[in-house]
């Protein structure tokens, strides 16, 4: 009898432990994107407090790092992916000396709801994409710097989003990864890399430049690379002129009442209310906003909302 007890105690305990590793340490990683975005959007209210992010922490360790390496840009073009709360887009556009744009992407709304509130006063300097990672909706050659923290681990195809980074930064473009470290890489198996291993692979499998790994935070190495070549930068420019329609591919998309058109497939991609573009949610032809007479008024607001 008392055996039979002891063996369900320790069942109990090693289920416990079983849900604690898939749901709370590894954050869902190994139970699919879905779950992992669950929890991120579960957890959006509380991200910045358990993060504790710090101004000082976030303008001396991100922002002026990042903007050292890009002394001839006064105004780059920023691609955040995997965004979150809006961590990167809000310490450079803190700093007086960045004069660019930022788009930020994430698939969990609930983390975008948090970064759209936090990022309002920047207006249309920056702009939110409810969007996966997997696929990057613009063209190839777009950006100036390209920045994902602390997220590599919880994507599900690492190599693709890597490839995605790289093919829509410019020739001579910045890319700033971080690599996990410490107790975690243990805990993690299959998720993270070796700091050597991951050099190797931007340079050799994703065809990265000047690949640097580091020292920067206790769980995390920071990884700076370049996209081999140059091309000079093509300035801050707005949403409407990088974003791909969804549906066809297009550079087509104007803002018009509650979203955005397509002005050559005609599909309308929404927006919330607090500004995040729905780039995962479309309505067909004939949605809300198509003969609204806010088309008018918004098409020749192209550059405003951009
Ligand atoms: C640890 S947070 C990092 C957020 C932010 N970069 C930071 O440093 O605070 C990981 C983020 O990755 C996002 N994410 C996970 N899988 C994703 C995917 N396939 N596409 C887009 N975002 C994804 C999550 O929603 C979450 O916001």
């Known amino acids: 009898m008392i055996v039979g007890w002891l063996a369900v105690g320790a069942g109990v305990c090693v289920g416990a432990v079983i849900v604690w590793w898939l749901l709370i340490r590894t954050e869902g990683v190994y139970l699919g994107r879905g779950a992992v975005i669950w929890l991120y959007d579960l957890y959006a209210g509380r991200y910045?407090?358990?993060?504790?992010?710090?101004p000082y922490n976030e303008d001396y360790y991100l922002a002026r790092p990042i903007l050292q390496r890009l002394p001839h840009i006064a105004a780059p073009l920023v691609l955040d992916v995997a965004t979150g709360t809006?961590?990167?887009?809000?310490?450079?556009?803190?700093?007086?000396?960045?004069?660019?744009?930022?788009?930020?992407?994430?698939?969990?709304?609930?983390?975008?709801?948090?970064?759209a509130d936090k990022l309002a006063p920047y207006g249309n300097r920056v702009a939110l994409l409810h969007h996966p990672a997997e696929r990057l909706p613009f063209p190839e050659n777009t950006f100036d710097l390209v920045?994902?923290?602390?997220?590599?681990e919880f994507?599900?195809?690492?190599?693709?989003?890597?490839?995605?980074m790289t093919r829509v930064l410019r020739p001579g473009g910045l890319l700033v990864l971080t690599n996990r470290q410490g107790i975690d890489v243990r805990l993690m198996p299959g998720r993270t890399f070796e700091h050597d291993t991951f050099a190797d692979m931007l340079r050799h499998e994703i065809g990265l430049a000047q690949v640097a790994v580091e020292v920067w935070q206790i769980d995390y190495r920071i990884v700076w690379a370049r996209k081999?070549?140059?091309?000079?930068?093509?300035?801050?420019?707005?949403?409407?002129?990088?974003?791909?329609?969804?549906?066809?591919?297009?550079?087509?998309l104007v803002p018009v009442a509650g979203g955005w058109r397509c002005l050559s497939c005609e599909v309308l991609v929404p927006e919330g209310d607090d500004g995040v573009i729905e780039a995962?949610?479309?309505l067909p032809d004939g949605a809300a906003g198509k003969n609204e007479p806010g088309r008018d008024v918004v098409t020749s607001a192209r550059t405003d909302r951009g």
């Not at 920045?147 to 590599?152: H, K, P, S, V």
């Not at 000079?232 to 409407?240: F, M, Y």
Request: aromatic residues 4%.
């Open 48 to 54: 910045d407090s358990i993060k504790q992010f710090e």
């Open 86 to 115: 809006g961590r990167v887009p809000l310490a450079l556009l803190d700093q007086v000396t960045f004069h660019g744009r930022v788009v930020g992407l994430d698939l969990s709304r609930k983390m975008l709801a948090q970064a």
């Open 147 to 152: 920045t994902c923290l602390e997220a590599l």
């Open 280 to 282: 995962n949610r479309l």
């Open 228 to 252: 081999a070549g140059y091309s000079d930068s093509a300035g801050p420019l707005p949403l409407a002129e990088i974003w791909q329609c969804p549906q066809c591919g297009a550079v087509d």
């Open 155 to 164: 994507l599900m195809d690492q190599r693709v989003v890597l490839r995605e």
